[in-house]
Every structure is written in C-alpha cells, then in structure tokens.
C-alpha cells in the first residue's frame, strides 16, 4: 500500500510539474508579441551597420509591445513566405510596409496607418521619364510585393515590357540596376527614397506612379483579439504625439493617416 501510495504521490508530482511548464510556455508565449518583417525593406524593416534592427515600422512595433506590456520579438522572414509563417503561427503579425489593398479577404487588418505609393527607379542616365518609356525595357521587382501585384494588375504596361523579372529583395534588385542587368526597378515609394539616398545623381523616381495604396498591420484571418489590442495602442500612439515623433524621425515628416477616435 505504501508503495502504491508513493507512486500515486510521484505520478500526481510529475503531472503537476508537467501542468506548470505547459502552462509557463503558453504564459510566455502570451507575453511575447512576434513581429513577422522583411530584414531588407528600409526605411521601415532592415539591420543596422551594427547589425541590430530598425527601421519606422520597427519602432512602431517596439513602442506597440511595450505599451501592451508585452516582450517584442523581432522575426525576419523571406517575404514569399510570410503567409506560411502567420499561419503556422510562427509570428503574430506581419508588420513592413504591408499593403492592405488587394488583400483586404487574405487577412484580419488593423485601420490604414500611412498612404503609399508603387513606382519606379532608374538611372538617370537611361532617359526614362514615363511608364511609357518602359516600353521595351528591362523591369524587375520583388517576388510577391505590392509592386508586383500592382504590375501585373496593369496588363498593358505589362506587356509592354522587354522582360520582366522577380527577385528575393530591393537590394539584389538595386545591385541589378546598377549593373545594367535590368532598366528599371518597382518598388514602395519610401522605399525607393531611401535606396537612392546621397545618389540623386545616379537615380530618379518617375513622377507617374503604378499605383496608390496604404499600408496596416495584418494578423492571420479571425484574430481580431491581437488586432484591436494593437489598433487601439496605436490610435492611443496617434494622440499623445508619440506616431507623429516616430514618423518625423524616419521622414522628417508626420505620414500618419489613422485618426485618433
């Protein structure tokens, strides 16, 4: 009997021991705010000369999760992955200069928090001053960004181009334009300013944009919970001053759009 009983003690112990490293995990878990982000997209994702990450919609997310009361994880994916990743349940979020317009059904959005344009980089040198002139030409863009949806939403400007290619990042697709490889780049406006940053000489921007859009946070389908917490940190963000101080650091400029309730 004693020998039963012991058992019964040891077993009831580890099943406890068990309960409280599950129910640490999911605690930590629930804690933690994972902030799904394309390492090389700045000005709003992308490492630092130290190697530490930054960027406008980094800085965001940190005073989001700090707000929420919640540990930031910052999670660089491969962004013609980052469906697989919110799914999956890797991050919480994905949160880069993501384009809502044209995916408002794929994911649960918070509102809009900035305006964005899709247009086009050059070398000065190439004459290129009009989607027109693209005729012809050598376009690229990254796989499965806003840029590419927004190109292949416009089929006749789509056809008229030489070849049209898709790399991983702007950087692989700046170095091609840099060497000839391609005549032109697509991307997200902020984007393009910060790529051609101290080389105006070099590059321009088109005047005559692909498109217009904004960008929001999206969670995986049917987690409003996550997204209301993180909408309502950041319109309480938009009030006390804290989204304009943000924004006027990365722009020199306060780009918010979303409106204080």
Same mark, same amino acid.
């Given at each position: ?77 491969? &962004?013609?992955a980052k469906d697989m990743e919110l799914d999956s349940g890797t991050i919480d979020c994905i949160w880069n200069g993501f ?21 086009v980089v050059v070398k000065k040198a190439s004459k290129i001053a009009t989607l027109k002139d693209l005729a012809g030409k ?66 321009? #921007? ?39 101080? #943000?924004?006027?650091? &990365? ?11």
């Open positions: 009997m004693k020998l039963k009983r012991l058992g019964t003690v040891l077993l009831a112990g580890l099943l406890a021991v068990g309960l409280t490293a599950c129910g640490g995990s999911s605690s930590k878990k629930a804690d933690t705010f994972t902030v799904g982000f394309d390492q090389n997209f700045p000005p709003f994702g992308y490492k630092d000369d130290k190697g530490n990450f930054t960027g406008f919609d980094i800085d965001l997310a940190k005073e989001t999760a700090k707000r929420m009361n919640k540990k930031i994880k910052l999670q660089p994916i491969d &962004w013609d384009t809502m317009n044209g995916r408002e059904n794929k994911y649960t959005w918070t509102k809009p928090y900035m305006n964005n344009r899709q247009v050598i376009m690229e863009v990254q796989k499965d960004s806003s840029a590419q949806s927004a190109i292949d939403a416009n089929k006749e400007l789509k056809s008229s181009f030489k070849n049209y290619l898709s790399v991983a990042d702007y950087n692989t697709a700046m170095m091609d334009l840099e060497s000839g490889a391609v005549d032109a780049v697509a991307m997200d406006e902020f984007v393009a300013k910060k790529q051609i940053e101290g080389k105006e000489n070099t590059y321009a #921007i088109l005047d005559e944009s692909i498109s217009s859009e904004q960008y929001a946070v999206g969670f995986k389908k049917g987690n409003t919970k996550l997204r209301d917490e993180v909408e309502k940190t950041l319109i309480a963000m938009v009030k006390d001053g804290t989204f304009a101080k #943000i924004s006027k650091k &990365w722009f020199k400029a306060d780009y918010g759009i979303l409106k204080a309730d």
